[in-house]
């Protein structure tokens, strides 16, 4: 897996900081997974298909919760679906219901993708690397069965 791009955005609950990655695979396929979290949740490090996630989207009732991901990490952390939520509300994939504040409405992925297949066809050297204040804590730990 190739990092297109290292991202961070504050968690749902405004606690904690989440760094994500936005992966491009050898089968030119996009993915993104959660990287790190400065707070005390648990998370699972698995790459998910860019692709399953925008089903995933779509097959679930509007307006969205982290809900809609809980099927990606079947067996992991509860976390996961939500932290995974706010990176892509990071990258402007969803957008706060304006009826429903703790829901969200997908939006265009256009620019998203376009941005990745200009990040894919660029020589980039991103080494993923753990917040400073998460190792200090301790708290930047994969989930484990």
Same mark, same amino acid.
């Given at each position: ?15 904690s ?5 936005? *992966?491009?695979s ?6 993104? /997974?959660? +990287? ?6 648990? &998370? ?20 969205l ?11 992991k ?14 990258? *402007? ?8 504040? /703790?829901? +969200? ?6 620019? &998203?993708?376009?941005e ?11 080494q ?18």
């Amino acid at each position: 897996m190739r990092i297109l791009k290292v991202g961070s955005c504050s968690s749902a609950s405004g606690k904690s900081e989440i760094t994500y990655h936005v *992966g491009y695979s050898t089968e030119s396929q996009i993915f993104m /997974r959660v +990287y790190a979290n400065t707070g005390n949740g648990y &998370f699972s490090m698995e790459w998910i298909a860019y692709r399953a996630i925008q089903e995933s989207l779509e097959a679930s009732p509007k307006p969205l919760t982290s809900f809609a991901l809980y099927g990606l990490y079947s067996g992991k952390s509860v976390n996961t679906p939500a932290f995974l939520t706010v990176a892509l509300k990071s990258e *402007g994939l969803l957008v706060q219901d304006p009826e429903h504040p /703790r829901c +969200y409405t997908q939006v265009s992925d256009t620019s &998203f993708i376009a941005e990745m297949m200009d990040l894919a066809g660029k020589d980039l050297d991103i080494q993923p690397s753990i917040p400073k204040n998460a190792i200090k804590k301790n708290t930047a730990r994969p989930f484990k069965k």
